[in-house]
């Protein structure tokens, strides 16, 4: 693989994550396209982008000339292998030698989804949270067999667009992010299905306790802060009752805190103060970090 800076991005899906990512990407100097089956649709993101970006952002049908032209193509579709493979195998014979391919994956692993190309080599994840033009953290992970010039180059676009690049060691389901979230979600899920607390109350104890602390110091800095053998004797005595579910139970369909449309917009309002006004302090802590 060369060492060639990203200039022209394609974001390949025009879901929700799309606009975000345009604006991320366009403001990390890049010109993006979003690229989507529907064009109406794909238009719909591209304009959501450009408001984001305070620049155009372009749509465009999934066709070979506009991949042809891309340094990255950054794949946000439905979180489904089958669909991701069968996508990227598609595009990839339109791609320009060194282009680099990545996903915005949640859960799957690169080496699934790049199983189907023909060079496995230049693919990796690029997760980024929602909001995505607002998100500061980026997990970088590669694949079994990624080329780790490619993984230089993702980390160099991080930097370039604002964020701070977290480079995992190697592929995982989940990443760290999402591995974290959702241990953390099992056990929510587990207290409302027991009755110990409501909807409300669990996520009050996450967003002004919890959150609030983690802020500064995760769950490792706060346990050496706070003690190791106080911590280790908690675990002790928790680590046994603490739910070891293995299928998600039936009341995360069902809905387990239902928000009107007014609840979801101030929501949405709040989480995105909440980054902007954390800024200062998770600037400080960047120092140090893998990537």
């Given amino acids: 693989m060369t060492d060639r800076v990203i200039r022209a991005a394609v974001v390949l899906g025009s879901g929700r994550m799309a606009p975000g990512l345009a604006a991320a990407l366009a403001g990390g100097g890049c010109q993006v396209t979003i690229v989507g089956r529907v064009p109406g649709r794909a238009q719909l993101a591209a304009d959501a982008g450009s408001q984001l970006a305070g620049r155009e952002v372009r749509a465009a049908a999934i066709e070979e000339p506009v991949l042809a032209a891309a340094d990255l193509v950054l794949e946000t579709v439905v979180e489904d292998l089958a669909v991701k493979q069968e996508l990227l195998a598609r595009v990839e014979p339109w791609l320009a030698a060194d282009a680099v391919i990545a996903t915005n994956t949640s859960s799957l692993l690169v080496g699934d989804i790049a199983e189907r190309l023909a060079r496995p080599e230049r693919a990796l ?97 706060t346990a050496e802060l706070g003690g190791l053998d106080t911590f280790r004797r908690v675990a002790t005595r928790l680590y046994p009752e603490l739910s070891a579910a293995t299928e998600p139970p039936a009341i995360l369909a069902q809905g387990v805190r239902p928000l009107d449309e007014a609840a979801r917009t101030a929501a949405g309002r709040l989480r995105a103060a909440a980054l902007v006004a954390t800024e200062p302090i998770a600037a400080e802590r960047r120092t140090g970090l893998p990537g």
Avoid: Y
């Fill in 125 to 221: 994840a690029m997760h980024f949270m929602f909001p995505a033009h607002l998100s500061p953290l980026v997990e970088v992970m590669p694949g079994r067999r990624t080329d780790p010039a490619v993984v230089e180059q993702a980390l160099a676009l991080c930097r370039a667009m604002g964020k701070t690049p977290v480079a995992l060691a190697h592929d995982i389901a989940g990443m760290v992010w999402n591995r974290l979230q959702f241990a953390l979600l099992r056990e929510a899920l587990a207290l409302l299905e027991a009755g110990v607390a409501d909807a409300q109350t669990i996520d009050a104890c996450i967003e002004l306790g919890l959150a609030r602390r983690w802020v500064a110091t995760g769950p490792l800095a």
